[in-house]
């Protein structure tokens, strides 16, 4: 367990949704082998897919990484496939500082991409950085109010730095706006749990689409 918050798109959030965007991306991909962004896509849709359990883990983490790798070396000047590669290098301890390196750049080159802020919320949470990772969260929120991917991050970053109504209020706003949203039922759960609300946590638990992360709860 990573993180749970996929690598999507609100409605790709579910088995269904990865399953269809792969198949587009793909058939994209017979027309123009050469067009970047629909490789730096599947590198993202991949990486949700290892993180659910939909896919084996290293097996979907390496696709991530070598797809995202396909899109920058088309055009080096994408940065949501930088920003997936250096998150990576984070969160499997490849290279850290590298990897926050990369995210930044991903940032400057598309600083109100709400992609990209919260990869690097949940990077900055991985290493310990809560005040900036929930910097990064709220400014992907102003970006884009209606992504349950900034809210999902969002609600992680509280959860860690202690603000648990805050993280319930944002990890309900995901299902309000998702309510296939893998991982949903179950990250609302572990919050009730923190919150001492063992009943309700075990409720959210049982009510978790994925049998991944049902099975987690």
């Known amino acids: 367990v990573v993180d749970g918050t996929e690598e999507a798109t609100n409605y790709l959030a579910s088995r269904d949704g990865y399953a269809r965007a792969a198949a587009e991306f793909d058939a994209a991909l017979a027309i123009d082998p050469r067009f970047a962004p629909a490789w730096a ?111 999902a991050v969002y609600g992680n970053a509280c959860y860690f730095a202690g603000h648990l109504e805050e993280a319930e209020a944002a990890r309900r706003k995901v299902l309000a706006l998702s309510p296939g949203w893998m991982s949903g039922h179950f990250y609302l759960g572990r919050v009730l749990l923190a919150q001492g609300r063992a009943e309700a946590a075990l409720e959210e638990m049982q009510r978790e689409e994925s049998e991944f992360w049902r099975l987690t709860g």
């Open 41 to 151: 896509a599947l590198g993202m849709m991949y990486w949700g897919m290892a993180n659910n359990s939909l896919v084996d883990y290293g097996e979907g983490a390496r696709l991530a990484r070598e797809n995202s790798e396909k899109a920058l070396a088309i055009d080096p000047s994408l940065a949501d496939p930088l920003a997936l590669l250096g998150y990576l290098d984070v969160i499997q301890d490849a290279d850290r500082d590298g990897g926050m390196a990369r995210l930044e750049r991903a940032r400057q080159l598309e600083p109100h991409n709400p992609r990209i802020l919260t990869r690097l919320a949940n990077a900055s949470t991985r290493v310990g950085r809560l005040d900036d990772a929930i910097h990064h969260c709220l400014q992907a929120l102003r970006a884009d109010p209606m992504s349950a991917l900034a809210h």
